[in-house]
């Protein structure tokens, strides 16, 4: 992980930053430009001057042109909390040969902490699996990027199953300060997602989704009978897998895939889908770039 953070790279994250749609009340002055009105230096209108308002604020070259009293407004600029939850259920051990989802997961979870660290923003990572599990705490500037890279490379997938809802309902109850929420996952929970990032939505969290996947899981690409087990249930099947299995399998998969796009299409959320064989670098400078999630 260490590696790939190298200070060439960490001086490109630097020029990106996060969007985010909606405006929220930050705790702290960063870098981001908020409707709030404050002090700093970029100037937003005029208003009357009314009694107790700090005479500093006073434009006295409008009073020399119209004898009248305007105090100056400027925009505050505040923080974004960003909460990164990190998929660790068994599936996101899978590899069909490379880069398993969790490592490439973890490698864009740490990529989207430094950008908003570098920003200012508040970056609080969480694990999770059927259940939240370990925290990172926040963490605010770029001093904190080595702390959260070490809680990401410390975390392992774990034998248990993908439970969004619970984790959701959790989180959202532990977490009442709106924000930015990435989810980073494989989003295969029988149970389906929608439910559980509504649960983020009716917070008035916005959401961004970041879909992992492996390259066999798209197209397993092999034939023959097989005993298939599921690795997070234990469930076994036999399946002889034909041309009109595989056929069938593709038509699911797609619908899947398009019934998220669609979800996040109708819910305004930001939505990436990435394979483990995308170089990383790539993925990160320019499709963030592409796919609005970042400038």
């Known amino acids: 992980m260490a590696e790939l953070f190298d200070s060439e790279f960490l001086a490109k994250l630097e020029h990106l930053c996060l969007l985010s749609q909606r405006i929220f009340r930050g705790a702290f002055r960063a ?5 709030h009105l404050g002090s700093s230096l970029e100037f937003a209108d005029y208003r009357n001057y009314v009694s107790g308002d700090d005479p500093r604020t006073i434009d006295w070259n409008i009073y020399g042109r119209l004898d009248r009293l305007f105090v100056k407004l400027f925009e505050e600029e505040e923080d974004l909390q960003v909460s990164i939850l990190l998929d660790c259920s068994a599936s996101m051990a899978w590899s069909s040969g490379g880069t398993t989802k969790f490592d490439q997961a973890r490698k864009i979870a740490a990529a989207l902490a430094y950008i908003a660290l570098a920003n200012l923003d508040r970056v609080h990572l969480f694990s999770f699996d059927d259940r939240l599990n370990v925290d990172s705490g926040l963490g605010r500037g ?4 080595h702390r959260l890279l070490n809680f990401l490379t410390e975390l392992n997938p774990t034998d248990r199953a993908t439970a969004l809802y619970p984790v959701i ?3 959202t109850q532990q977490n009442r300060r709106r924000g930015l929420a990435v989810v980073l996952s494989d989003f295969f929970d029988p149970a389906g997602y ?50 009109s299995v595989r056929s069938a399998f ?3 998969f797609e619908s899947f895939q398009d019934s998220l796009k669609r979800y996040c299409l109708e819910t305004r959320s930001g939505l990436l889908q990435a394979k ?13 770039r592409e796919r609005r999630i970042a400038v």
Not at 31 to 35: A, F, G, L, Q, T
Not at 196 to 214: H, K, P, S, T, W
Not at 227 to 234: A, K, P, Q, W
Not at 276 to 288: G, H, K, M, W
Request: with cysteine.
């Open 276 to 288: 483990t064989t995308d170089p990383f670098d790539d993925l990160i400078l320019r499709v963030l």
């Open 142 to 145: 770029k001093s904190q990027f």
């Open 31 to 35: 870098e981001r430009r908020s409707r």
């Open 250 to 252: 593709k038509v699911a």
């Open 194 to 243: 929608d439910s559980a990032l509504n649960l983020l939505r009716f917070q008035r969290f916005e959401i961004l989704l970041v879909q992992v996947l492996d390259p066999g899981e798209i197209d397993p690409g092999f034939s023959g009978d097989f005993e298939l087990e599921d690795c997070e249930t234990g469930r076994r099947i036999d399946v002889n897998c034909n041309q």
């Open 169 to 171: 309902q959790r989180f």
